[in-house]
């Protein structure tokens, strides 16, 4: 099930279902005394946003335009101005409302009718099983899977559900399929999001769901791992973690996915772009966030960027190897570069796809708000194909 770009219509559906889920999770008051103090700011947007955004596209040379808005159609360009205005500014205990469950399921429900869909082809369900919670999604269940993908999503480890990735990971698991697996399989974890709980729950989570997925996979080389942002985070985590605990390393998983990885958390690569809807300030403010009060920010265990040590990674990849995609204009692109480059030096296989123009998590959002299909499903094909190549 591959669903055609959000529309407006869409965006509109979105806030429908978001209103009474803020008012169910943030309350009536703390919501009006959040806009009442933001109101003015927010205001002041209605005006500063349309102002750049025609200020930057039709009143500048296509030259000096940034890498971005040179290559967005005018909806992409709208909407990557909002969410980094969001971003910028706004509190995570209200992001995360905006991407959780209750918001992101009736969303696809709506889409899919849109659609004339009323039930999704492939099937999904929840798991909630001694401490590991997540959504299993398979071709089959009948078929034990011949590939297994065990997806962490991102969102600054303080939002984000596996709902609001729905549509990609459905598309994810359907594109393999075509791709000629026999029955592929797809395992998304739902972490504990910052602020209930900081390092390293989520990464004891991680545990957890992995050997969840190898008490269903016949071989863990069958098995790819894969996460955005912070997803990814926490699955290079997890891959260092198993270098020190032998009974994991022996069924390390048969290939990585990253998908735009925050490799450091705190980093002074980490610096704003032209382009991109990260700001390194916000970016810093969701990791501290993340490490809590008792953790050094450059524990290799929690920020895997801190790990130098060539042996360690070569121990830590997975048997196939990996696959980055990240874009040119990303704020975290320069700690993607230097981990690829580590990697490539432990002579590790390594693929990596850097888009021209493109920014953060660019292979999710473009499902989302990619014009064409093609555009819409380049990522997923490419790790798709990379899939095909390498666990077979
Ligand atoms: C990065 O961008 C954000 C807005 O997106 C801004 O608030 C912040 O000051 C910028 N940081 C630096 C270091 O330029």
């Not at 969303?107 to 492939?122: A, K, N, Y």
């Not at 545990?207 to 996979?217: F, R």
């Not at 570069?337 to 292979?363: C, D, F, M, T, Y």
Request: charged share 20%; proline share 6%; with cysteine.
């Amino acid at each position: 099930m591959i669903l055609s770009q959000i529309s407006y219509l869409d965006c509109v559906a979105f806030l429908v279902f978001l209103a009474p889920q803020l008012l169910i999770h943030v309350g009536i008051i703390r919501t009006v005394s959040w806009l009442s103090g933001a109101l003015p700011s927010l205001l002041l947007q209605v005006f500063v946003i349309p102002y750049q955004f025609i200020q930057e596209r039709y009143m500048t040379p296509y030259e000096r335009r940034s890498p971005f808005v040179q290559r967005a159609t005018v909806f992409q360009d709208i909407v990557i101005r909002c969410v980094r205005y969001a971003f910028a500014f706004m509190p995570a205990w209200l992001g995360r409302v905006f991407f959780s469950k209750g918001v992101s399921l009736p969303f696809l429900r709506f889409r899919m009718l849109r659609h004339g869909i009323v039930t999704s082809p492939l099937r999904w369900h929840e798991i909630d099983r001694r401490g590991v919670r997540g959504i299993w999604i398979v071709h089959s269940q009948l078929e034990q899977p011949d590939v297994i993908v065990y997806y962490c999503h991102g969102g600054g480890f303080s939002m984000g559900s596996s709902y609001f990735y729905m549509e990609f990971l459905l598309a994810w698991v359907s594109l393999l399929r075509e791709a000629g697996f026999r029955n592929p399989a797809l395992f998304a974890l739902e972490y504990t999001l910052v602020p209930d709980a900081t390092y390293p729950t989520q990464l004891q989570e991680t545990l957890a769901g992995y050997e969840y997925v190898l008490s269903i996979a016949q071989d863990s080389s069958r098995i790819c791992v894969g996460g955005d942002s912070a997803g990814a985070t926490l699955m290079l985590s997890f891959l260092l973690y198993i270098t020190d605990h032998p009974e994991l390393r022996h069924q390390r998983p048969g290939l990585a996915i990253m998908i735009s990885p925050w490799v450091t958390i705190v980093s002074r690569n980490n610096r704003n772009t032209s382009s991109d809807f990260l700001s390194s300030n916000s970016l810093e403010v969701y990791g501290r966030q993340y490490l809590g009060s008792k953790v050094p920010a450059d524990d290799p265990l929690v920020s895997p960027g801190n790990c130098k040590d060539l042996t360690k990674w070569r121990d830590a990849s997975p048997e196939k190897g990996w696959l980055f995609l990240f874009g040119s204009e990303e704020v975290l692109g320069p700690e993607t570069r230097r981990l690829i480059s580590l990697l490539k030096s432990a002579n590790v296989q390594v693929e990596s796809e850097e888009e021209p123009g493109g920014i953060h998590a660019w292979p999710v959002a473009s499902l989302y708000l990619g014009e064409t299909k093609d555009e819409r499903l380049h990522g997923l094909r490419a790790i798709v194909k990379t899939t095909r190549n390498l666990l077979n």
